[in-house]
């Protein structure tokens, strides 16, 4: 006891903390240590120290619009022929169930794809012809290209003599006006407007359908009684519904658990009721 009295009096406690030029109490320090700590290096240059968990460690993210065509392919490919295969299991053979739900899968990837590639081909040729008008304008009519240009910032309070500067500098350039007016006024990229996008878009579109309809295709290939196979094919599909919400919300840069389990739960919940409502269709035909 005597020796850690003796420790404590003479060897105070060491701080693990760097040095920072700017004391703990000023405004300053207040505001950025809540997200990083400021601490001197020794060729004397600042460097900061990120207090955050790292849970959530930074990741390169997928494209939004990847996700988005993933997502209508894969909640189609569920639900769909989840409400087919359900159905023909009416009929008691499992031979009709197999072919026919393969049938509607591959007319329906095939009929999904050509969608989605169409789609995005048309979005493709709507750029085109905004940029076509863009550079028309631009090149004949420099008062309307202006007007355009200071309109972009109508939700900003610019003073007049920053906007000039801002409309004169552009107009010494015009394929920077054109560039500007199409992604800030139009809010037109180019890069979401590829011509390789729509072939991607199609694509990706009907590969998730594929994969969404063979979760519930496949329980019937591996057991011999339909009533098996369809509650598989239930287990399956929920189990599919909850993950692909999960993973999607994962995806995009969400990294709180709750959110992503509550989106899993939507994305099961809304999928649920579309193959229901699919599967009571069928139902009430028969």
């Known amino acids: 006891m005597a020796l850690l009295f003796l420790r404590k009096l003479f060897l105070p ?21 809540r997200d990083r700590a400021i601490g001197m290096t020794e060729n004397g240059t600042l460097s900061y120290a990120s207090s955050q968990s790292d849970e959530c460690e930074p990741r390169s993210r997928i494209n ?8 209508i ?3 189609d490919g569920l639900t769909v022929p989840f409400a087919l295969t359900a159905g023909l299991s009416a009929l008691g053979d499992t031979n009709v169930v197999i072919y026919g739900g393969f049938a509607e899968l591959i007319a329906g990837g095939i009929s999904m794809g050509l969608g989605g590639y169409l789609g995005a081909k048309s979005e493709a040729e709507g750029y085109q012809a905004s940029l076509i008008e863009t550079r028309a304008i631009v090149a004949n009519d420099r008062e309307k290209a202006c ?12 003073e007049a003599s920053a906007l000039d500067s801002i409309t004169n500098s552009l107009l010494a350039s015009p394929n920077d006006m054109v560039d500007f007016i199409m992604k800030f006024h139009h809010q ?21 359908y594929i994969c969404g309809g063979l979760v519930a295709l496949l329980p019937y290939l591996f057991f011999s009684t339909i009533q098996r196979g369809f509650a598989a094919s239930v287990v ?11 993973i999607k919300t994962w995806l995009v840069g969400e990294c709180d658990r709750w959110v ?11 999928g649920g009721v579309a193959a229901g409502a699919a599967m009571g269709c069928v139902k009430a035909i028969e």
Request: aromatic share 10%.
């Open 260 to 270: 992503c389990c509550k989106n899993g739960l939507q994305m099961l919940v809304l």
């Open 236 to 246: 399956l599909m929920a189990i599919a519904l909850f993950a692909f919400g999960w």
């Open 64 to 71: 939004p619009r990847i996700i988005s065509d993933a997502t």
């Open 73 to 75: 392919g894969l909640s």
């Open 147 to 158: 007007s355009m240009v200071r309109s972009t910032f109508d939700n900003y309070d610019f």
């Open 13 to 33: 406690k060491q701080s693990n903390e760097q040095y920072s030029p700017v004391r703990s109490k000023t405004p300053l320090m207040r505001e950025v240590s």
């Open 188 to 208: 037109l990229a180019e890069a979401d407007y590829a011509p390789s996008k729509a072939y991607m878009s199609g694509l990706t579109i009907s590969l998730g």
